[in-house]
């Protein structure tokens, strides 16, 4: 099941001694451990524009605006009952929007699953809930449609010039998301970026660490820091990667 799961847990625990961190479960989202990481590259009360996609029912927004209160926060929910969620927050400063985002403009097949999230683009693996130690929020309930844009075209429709910080966390479907704002990613309009990397076949079609930073460094991203591993009997699940543009 786990195709060189050994080789990566030694590659990932490299990386993390290099930045002089150690390898602990992931019980929150995001970290205080990530927070940390966000508060050292901007002020309390600097004005910055947050991107979180993948808003689920805004627990990343609501932490966002109580370290950041002076940020735009723009959340991005596709799915409508998580999306209500967030709406009954009401969080000061946070702009709720009921799309995705994707490498493609206009409606999409969106998997819905027991857990909601763990719904995405992509479809569950087979090996999914057994990666989760027999998680049953990894169970397919049904597919619906949801409305998806791209980054740069959304970024062109509200006149929005730059993204302090993007937040990606939508379930293996990252990379299309990426490919959504390559034009912003090109012209580093965007400075910070957070995304999830899957470990172990948990979605069809997700793509690897190595994928992604390969891809960062395409477009002159750095990797700045690692955040938000998941541990599950003694294996990698996920965690996330955190790049920043070269000046």
């Known amino acids: 099941m ?7 847990v030694i590659l990932l625990k490299k ?4 930045f002089d961190l150690k390898l602990t479960k992931l019980n929150d989202y995001p970290s205080p451990a990530s927070m940390d990481i966000l508060k050292k590259c901007f002020s309390k009360n600097e004005k910055i ?3 979180d996609v993948g808003a689920h029912e805004g627990q990343s927004a609501q932490k966002y605006h109580f370290e950041f209160p002076n940020a735009s926060i723009y959340s991005f929910e596709p799915f409508k009952v998580t999306y209500t969620e967030i709406l009954k927050k009401n969080i000061k400063n946070v702009t709720p929007f009921n799309i995705g985002f994707s490498d493609e403009v206009g409606s999409q097949k969106f998997f819905v699953n027991l857990g ?24 397919a309930e049904e597919e619906v449609l949801c409305e998806f844009n791209t980054i740069d075209n959304f970024m062109n429709e509200q006149g929005i010039s730059h993204i302090d910080f993007l937040k990606l966390d939508v379930q293996g479907a990252e ?4 490919r959504g704002a390559a034009v912003a990613l090109t012209n580093k309009k965007i400075t910070l970026i957070q995304l999830e990397a899957l470990i172990g076949e948990q979605y069809v079609n997700q793509k690897t ?3 992604y930073l390969s891809e960062m460094e395409h477009y002159g ?17 996920q965690v996330d990667l955190i790049f920043e543009a070269i000046k």
């Open 15 to 18: 990386l993390l001694r290099s």
């Open 2 to 8: 786990y195709i060189h799961n050994n080789y990566l």
């Open 175 to 178: 990379y299309k998301v990426l």
């Open 49 to 51: 524009v947050i991107f």
């Open 209 to 211: 660490i190595a994928y």
């Open 116 to 139: 909601s999230q763990t719904n995405s683009l992509l479809e569950l693996g087979t090996d999914a809930q057994e990666i989760w130690g027999g998680f049953r929020g990894l169970t």
């Open 221 to 237: 991203y750095k990797l700045k820091n690692i955040s938000d591993i998941a541990v599950v009997n003694d294996n990698i699940t």
